[in-house]
Structure formats: structure tokens, C-alpha cells
């Protein structure tokens, strides 16, 4: 059973602070993602990475950089967060051979 | 990269009806199609995917359909129960997931 793990589950943080959010995943999968979901807006690919120091940006990068040292953990960095960056992330995975992502448990960032 | 559109947002059906949810893409290239739930409080989880090759695909009372020509996918739901009640979110990607793109959403209420 495949499991991914964010660090938080809820975060508060102020405004201009650097944010970490973690994910980790124990499948060995090569493909890890970082969304933000918004209402009305569903899920927004901001970063992605297909292997080991490997990034692309997906569609909302501004704000954001990555971090991929290990093949099992995906690193999101808020580097001055910004209340506009208030929002629920999801982390994802997927292995190279198939298409399904496996979704972590979320994190509800809200910055103050 | 890919545009996704899903409609209608909000869905509301009585107990027993079926429930049709309807997604538009716009990258040719894309050759997979899932459909994840999202219940509150919830990670995303897979129910139904449709590759490229295949016009329809079921799995008992969920069934997806692909009309590539007019790269169009739909989500249909029969004999509809209250724990069918979430968001659905309906995606569109090319091999190997690098350029998947998430629909808005559809929050779908089934009343008992």
C-alpha cells in the first residue's frame, strides 16, 4: 500500500517567514508533485519533479522553489510566505511506469 | 501546457439518480484521463482511469467515457448513494505524468 506523509497536517505562519512543507513517500516512486488546492480553483500544479535534484515548474511557481535530495522526499519552500499563499497543499507521487498519483493527507498553510 | 475544464461545479442529485460530470482538455498529446474523490477532510483518491486507446471503461456504478476527436471525458455515476457525496476532480496527462492538469472540481451532493 503505497503511502505518502506530509510534515503538517495544519501550519501558521507570518507573513514574510521562510516556510518548509515536507513530503515523504516509501515507494520508491521516481515522480513526486507539489499542489496548492484553492476553491473554485481545484488543484494547481506548482512544481514537479520526475528524479533526484530534477525540477520543472508547473503552472504557479512564482513563490516557490523545490527541493529533491532524496528520491523518497519532495521538499516545498515558501521562501518569504505572502498571505495570498494561504491555501491547502497536497503533495503527490506517482511511479515511472504507470499514471496514478498518490496523494499525501494535505497541509492547510494559512499565513497571518 | 494542457487546460482542463470540468462542469458543472456544483452537482445535486436525489438518492438513486445517476450523476454525469463532463471534462474538456485541450493538449492532443494527452493519453491519460483519471477521476479522483475527494471527500472532506480527504486526500484525493483514484476511482476510475481511461487511457487513450479505449472509449469507455467501468468499474460497477462508475463509469468513464473518452471521445478523443472532440477531447471530451465523462464521469458517470449510476444509482447514486449519499457516501457518493464529495468533490470530484477529473485530470488530463501525456506518459509517464510529467504534465497531468487537474480539472476545478465538481462538488457532488446526493440527498437522501
Known amino acids: 500500500d503505497v503511502k505518502v506523509t506530509q510534515s503538517s497536517r495544519y501550519l501558521v505562519k507570518r507573513t514574510g517567514e521562510k516556510v518548509f512543507l515536507e513530503c515523504v513517500q516509501d515507494m520508491d516512486h521516481e515522480n513526486m508533485f507539489w499542489y496548492r488546492q484553492d476553491p473554485g480553483l481545484g488543484l494547481r500544479l506548482i512544481y514537479f519533479?520526475?528524479?533526484?535534484?530534477?525540477?520543472e515548474k508547473g503552472d504557479i511557481p512564482e513563490g516557490y522553489s523545490v527541493s529533491r535530495e532524496k528520491k523518497e522526499r519532495f521538499s516545498l519552500i515558501l521562501e518569504s510566505a505572502s498571505t495570498n499563499q494561504t491555501s491547502m497543499y497536497l503533495c503527490?507521487?506517482?511511479?515511472?511506469?504507470?499514471?496514478?498519483?498518490?496523494f499525501g493527507p494535505g497541509t492547510r498553510l494559512t499565513v497571518l | 501546457g494542457e487546460n482542463v475544464e470540468q462542469h458543472p461545479s456544483t452537482l445535486s442529485v436525489q438518492e438513486g439518480d445517476s450523476a454525469v460530470i463532463k471534462c474538456t482538455y485541450s493538449?492532443?498529446?494527452?493519453?491519460?484521463f483519471p477521476w479522483y474523490k475527494q471527500e472532506l477532510g480527504k486526500r484525493p483518491q483514484l476511482i476510475i482511469d481511461i487511457r487513450s486507446n479505449v472509449g469507455e471503461k467501468k468499474d460497477q456504478r462508475i463509469a468513464v467515457t473518452l471521445n478523443k476527436t472532440a477531447k471530451h471525458f465523462s464521469l458517470h455515476i449510476t444509482e447514486t448513494q449519499p457516501e457518493d457525496s464529495a468533490v470530484y476532480f477529473c485530470?488530463?496527462?501525456?506518459?509517464?505524468?510529467?504534465?497531468?492538469?487537474f480539472g476545478a472540481g465538481t462538488r457532488l451532493t446526493v440527498k437522501p
Open positions: 519533479s520526475y528524479d533526484v535534484k530534477m525540477k
Open positions: 485530470a488530463a496527462g501525456g506518459w509517464g505524468n510529467n504534465d497531468m492538469r
Open positions: 493538449d492532443s498529446a494527452s493519453n491519460y
Open positions: 503527490a507521487s506517482t511511479p515511472y511506469s504507470t499514471d496514478t498519483q498518490y
